[in-house]
C-alpha cells in the first residue's frame, strides 16, 4: 500500500463505513431496547477502532511486520477495557498508598511520594524507549524496501503528502458529522426505512434530512409516521439545546371511524393564535395554530409552535417546535398524495 491514491482511498473508506456504523446505531429504533444489530455493531468497535490503528500503522510504517503488528493492536482493543480498569485500579491503589502513608506518618509520605513517582517515569521512559526503537526498525524496513524498489524522491514526497492528508480524513469526516449532525442523521434514516414516506393511503414526502423515529401500519387501517427535525451547527444553529428540535407527526385513522366527524384536539378558542387551510390530496385540513396552557409564557411563541391539523378525511398531522421550520412542514403537508 504505497501508492499515494491506495491510501488516501483505503482510509477515507474505512472511515465512511466506520461512520455509517455507528451512525446506523441509531437509525433503526431509537427509542427501544438495543437489537441484535446495535449491539453487535457497539461491542464490534473493540475491532473496528483497533482496525483503524492497525490500517494507519500499515499505511506509515510500511510491511514490516505489519501480521505482528496487527495482531498486537488489534488484542490491545479487545483487551482494552480490562486493561483500562486495571490500571485506572492501580492508579487509586498509588494514590490510597500515599494519603495512607501521608497519615500514618509524614516521613514515610516522604518516601513514599519519591518511590511512586521514580516508578512511573521508569515505565514510561521504557515504554517510550519499547516503542522508538520499533519504530526506527520500521521506518528503517520501509527505507530499504524503497530503495530496492528504486523509488524516487518525487514518488516518496507524493507518498508522504498522501499519509498526511490520510491522517486528516477520519477528522474531517468527524467535523462535517458533528457540523450536520440532524442532516446526516435524517439521511442515513432514510437509508434505513426506504418505505418510511408511506402511510396507510397516503405518501408523504418526508424531506432527506429530517429523522423518521418511527412508522408503522396498522391491518384496521391506522397507521404513523413520526420523527424529529433540526439544522446543525453549520447553519448557525445549536442541535445540543433541547429547543432546537421539533418534533412532527402523519397519521391516519380507521376510515370507518373518522370520516364521521372532525378529530376534536380539545384546544380552547383563547389559545388559538391562528389558522391556515392546507390541501393535502384530494382532502382539506385545517391547521391550528395555538400555544397550551402549560407553556410557560406566549412570548416564545415567537420562535416555538404547536400546530395540529385536521378535517373531514382520516389524516391527521401535528407540529410542535421551530417555527422557522413551519412553511416547510406545510410544505410537506400540500405535497401529500393518496396512494390507494
Not at 509524614?106 to 512511573?120: D, H, K, M
Not at 530503495?147 to 492528508?165: C, N
Request: with cysteine; aromatic share 12%; proline share 6%.
Amino acid at each position: 500500500m504505497d501508492r499515494p491514491t491506495a491510501i488516501i482511498l483505503a482510509v477515507a473508506g474505512y472511515s465512511i463505513v466506520e461512520t455509517i456504523l455507528l451512525l446506523s446505531v441509531d437509525a433503526p429504533r431509537p427509542l427501544y431496547y438495543p437489537t441484535s444489530y446495535q449491539r453487535i455493531v457497539i461491542f464490534g468497535q473493540l475491532l473496528l477502532i483497533p482496525g483503524m490503528a492497525a490500517l494507519m500503522s500499515r499505511v506509515m510504517y510500511g510491511p514490516y511486520q505489519w501480521r505482528r503488528r496487527t495482531l498486537t493492536i488489534l488484542l490491545y482493543g479487545v483487551f482494552s477495557i480490562p486493561v483500562a480498569i486495571i490500571s485506572f485500579a492501580l492508579i487509586l491503589l498509588t494514590v490510597w498508598i500515599l494519603f495512607s502513608a501521608y497519615e500514618v506518618r509524614w516521613i514515610l509520605f516522604a518516601v513514599a511520594l519519591p518511590v511512586v513517582t521514580v516508578g512511573v517515569v521508569i515505565a514510561l521512559v521504557f515504554l517510550v524507549r519499547r516503542s522508538g526503537g520499533w519504530t526506527v526498525k520500521a521506518e528503517a524496513g520501509r527505507w530499504l524496501a524503497g530503495r530496492r524498489a528504486g523509488t524516487s524522491q518525487r514518488d516518496r514526497l507524493r507518498r508522504d503528502r498522501s499519509i498526511r492528508f490520510a491522517l486528516c480524513i477520519p477528522g474531517l469526516i468527524v467535523l462535517s458529522v458533528f457540523l450536520f449532525l440532524p442532516e446526516t442523521w435524517g439521511i442515513l434514516t432514510r437509508a434505513t426505512r426506504p418505505a418510511a414516506h408511506k402511510i396507510s393511503g397516503y405518501q408523504v414526502p418526508v424531506p432527506l434530512t429530517w429523522i423518521v423515529l418511527d412508522s408503522w401500519v396498522g391491518s384496521d387501517g391506522t397507521s404513523s409516521l413520526s420523527g424529529v427535525a433540526g439544522r446543525g451547527i453549520g447553519y448557525g444553529q445549536n442541535p445540543f439545546r433541547y429547543d432546537s428540535w421539533s418534533a412532527w407527526n402523519f397519521r391516519t385513522e380507521p376510515p370507518n371511524k373518522s370520516e364521521q366527524h372532525e378529530f376534536d384536539w380539545n384546544i380552547k378558542e383563547g389559545d388559538i393564535l391562528g389558522r391556515q387551510t392546507v390541501k393535502a390530496g384530494t382532502q382539506e385540513l385545517r391547521c391550528i395554530d395555538y400555544w397550551p396552557p402549560w407553556g410557560t409564557g406566549r412570548s416564545a411563541a415567537v420562535n416555538f409552535v404547536h400546530v395540529r391539523c385536521s378535517g373531514n378525511s382520516r389524516l391527521h398531522a401535528t407540529f410542535d417546535g421551530r417555527r422557522d421550520l413551519l412553511p416547510k412542514f406545510y410544505q410537506v403537508l400540500s405535497s401529500i398524495k393518496s396512494s390507494d
